[in-house]
């Protein structure tokens, strides 16, 4: 129970749902962009929903700025009506009957604004957010870009004080995504409340949050700024998401003995305990013949299992003691005849390992 | 060895739409061709006969020589007054029955519908041992405000309500259950409280099925006999509307009842036509 006194918002909270469970603790300080990363099924939206007042906690509670919102043991629930909430749905939801200066000005005529002050309210935020020239299209009329700026716009003219994303930038095509991206980083930018960014992807959380949680199965197991993230992910699933090699296993001194068998030298003379250790595909080496041994490097056989073309470099899948994803130029692949089946060494050298406890406080 | 039927003929047109439809074979079987012919003429034959024996040479007559002119007027102001009354307490009931939740839902549910497959008779009965003079309601609208109901207009309306209600409940309440139900989490989320979600974003958005419904309970309501004759009787110019006059003239005046048949079925086809985009193009009513 931490945070309790914090201007944020602070979930401090358990939501079942059926069989599953999502259980956190986190809080978000006004002005911040916490992102929220995890996979599918992993309770993200779930948190979502309970903050903004849809989903009621079933244990613990919820509250912002120090207001509670939801508490299960006082059994105190504020409608979703009543939460100074504004909410950028995963498909925007704009509401398809009504025009984009309608769907805009609902929020403040719902709050209790007049017609002609929700008009004019509407007219602020969609001058704001560049939309003026759409006022008059329908939702369908729309591009992904714009839709996304108008639910931007109909979550921001509600005056909130707390703002919830969820992947607001999924429904786009890669194209327009990067645009719309720095464009919401902006508007982020402006927002005083807390802001909670839902996302499956590392680069949505890493570009647009200050702050990043990693929730998996319902729990947080990893909470750090995307740098930290994006060098130590805790987890294989932001390994994979940040490309990154990761190996668990058990330091002593400067060798770590790998969970899923193999050895590293690292660099670090002073670690002891579980750690991970990550790896870059880039930082590896592969070769035809046995390279010379060195108390600097790792060297070890592995067979490749699989072979993807990406942009300007060739992804190799290896398998061995340990096992890892490689990047390679298309010219080492032919220079060295790579197929399935070939037997290669790989080097790493000990100080292109990052080595990290494995902290404990991520139980699983 | 493989074994193959021989071929058929294919034409290239035939050809073209198969590949069009890409699909197989369209061609009607043999055994499925007959009843369906058979069908289709045990529809159509008795409109054609009415179209057959109207006396369009002297229509007009025919027509203005009944009691024609009122049965109709009251025929549509009683079905408009049916669908108001229906939207005004209907769609409320669809939404409790599509949104909400409570012990004896079903049965609720159940009891709507019943009008839907109760022989409307039978509704005229039941309107009759409630409503009526002595009725265990009726008792007392008499006693207290000297309000008699049966063979009044109001029971024309009552009975046309009873029996067309239920479409409009059914097909709203089916728009209202397969809507989306995240644009009201939308709404909520954008502070509008739940009587403001419902006025506007639930009702525009199931305002086709709203649309669908009304003009089912008006047409229902239009053509409504059993439980009017029973409830309401057939005062002319009171509570004798179209089809009750129709039924009459047959007796009296078959002309006229043939004439006012036409006019019934003028009225049927429009509103199929306006329902066309639901039920002309197939699939599902809900």
Redesign the interface.
Same mark, same amino acid.
């Given at each position: 129970m931490r945070h309790r006194g914090s201007d944020g918002l602070v979930v401090d909270a358990e939501v079942r749902r059926g069989g599953f469970v999502l259980a956190v603790s986190l809080t978000a300080a006004p002005g911040q962009v916490l992102g929220v990363l995890g996979p599918n099924g992993s309770g993200k939206s779930t948190l979502l929903s309970a903050a903004?007042? $849809?989903t009621p906690v079933s244990a613990g509670r919820i509250t912002l700025a120090g207001q509670v919102m939801d508490d299960a043991e006082e059994g105190a629930f504020v *409608?979703?009506?009543?939460?100074p909430?504004?909410?950028v749905?995963q498909?925007y939801?704009l509401?398809?009957?009504?025009t984009v200066a309608e769907n805009v000005a609902?929020?403040p005529r719902?709050?209790g604004l007049g017609r002609q002050a929700a008009r004019s309210a509407a007219r602020h935020w969609l001058e704001r957010l560049g939309l003026t020239d759409l006022a008059g299209r329908k939702p369908d009329q729309l591009s992904g870009g714009q839709a996304q700026r108008v639910a931007l716009a109909? &979550?921001l003219a509600?005056q909130p004080a707390l703002l919830?994303l969820d992947e607001p930038l999924s429904a786009l095509d890669a194209g327009t995504r990067l645009d719309v991206q720095a464009e919401l980083k902006r508007h982020l930018a402006d927002f005083t409340g807390p802001c909670l960014l839902v996302t499956h992807d590392p680069i949505e959380a890493l570009v647009l949050a200050d702050q990043v949680v990693v929730l998996e199965g319902g729990r947080i197991v990893q909470e750090g700024t995307p740098g930290q993230i994006a060098r130590q992910p805790a987890t294989d699933y932001v390994a994979k998401l940040v490309g990154l090699n990761l190996y668990a296993g058990r330091a002593d001194g400067s060798q770590v003995e790998l969970t899923a068998g193999g050895a590293f030298v690292i660099a670090d003379r002073e670690a002891r305990g579980d750690v991970l250790v990550a790896v870059r595909p880039s930082a590896m080496v592969v070769s035809g013949e046995r390279p010379w041994p060195s108390s600097a490097r790792n060297t070890w056989p592995a067979t490749v299992t699989g072979l993807t073309m990406l942009a300007d470099r060739v992804r190799l899948d290896l398998e061995g003691k340990p096992s890892a994803l490689v990047d390679v130029t298309p010219a080492a692949v032919a220079e060295l005849s790579l197929r399935p089946g070939s037997q290669v060494w790989l080097t790493a050298k000990a100080t292109d390992l990052e080595v990290y406890p494995h902290a404990d406080s991520q139980q699983r | 060895m493989v074994t193959l039927t021989s071929p058929s003929r294919l034409t290239a047109r035939e050809r073209a739409r198969r590949a069009a439809r890409g699909g197989a074979s369209r061609s009607v079987p043999a055994p499925l061709l007959a009843p369906a012919l058979i069908a289709v003429g045990f529809l159509v034959l008795p409109l054609a006969g009415l179209l057959i024996r109207t006396p369009w040479s002297h229509l007009w007559a025919a027509l203005s020589g009944s009691d024609a002119t009122q049965a109709l007027v009251l025929s549509l102001w009683t079905a408009t007054a049916t669908t108001a009354i229906s939207l005004a307490i209907g769609v409320p009931l669809a939404w409790v029955l599509a949104r909400s939740s409570f012990p004896g839902q079903r049965l609720l549910r159940a009891l709507v519908t019943l009008p839907l497959v109760l022989p409307p008779v039978v509704g005229g009965v039941a309107l009759l041992l409630a409503f009526g003079r002595t009725g265990f309601v009726g008792r007392y609208l008499d006693s207290w405000f000297g309000l008699t109901i049966p063979f009044t207009p109001l029971a024309v309306v009552m009975a046309e309500t009873f029996v067309a209600m239920p479409f409009l409940i059914i097909t709203v309440e089916g728009a209202l259950r397969s809507a989306d139900q995240?644009?009201e *989490? &939308?709404? &909520?989320? $954008?502070?509008?409280?739940?009587m403001?979600v419902f006025r506007?974003?639930t009702v525009?958005?199931v305002?086709p099925s709203l649309g669908a419904g009304a003009v089912l309970c008006w047409a229902r309501a239009l053509g409504e006999f059993g439980a009017t004759i029973t409830f309401a009787g057939s005062f002319p110019g009171q509570t004798e509307t179209m089809p009750i006059a129709v039924y009459y003239a047959l007796e009296t005046d078959p002309d006229a009842a043939i004439a006012l048949s036409l006019v019934l079925l003028l009225v049927s086809v429009i509103v199929l036509v306006s329902l066309r985009d639901r039920w002309l193009r197939g699939g599902s009513v809900s």
């Open positions: 903004a007042g $849809l *409608e979703a009506s009543g939460r909430v504004g909410f749905f498909n939801r509401f398809p009957h009504l609902f929020s719902a709050r109909r &979550a509600g919830l | 995240g644009f *989490e &939308a709404a &909520a989320t $954008l502070g509008a409280k739940r403001t506007r974003v525009p958005m305002a």
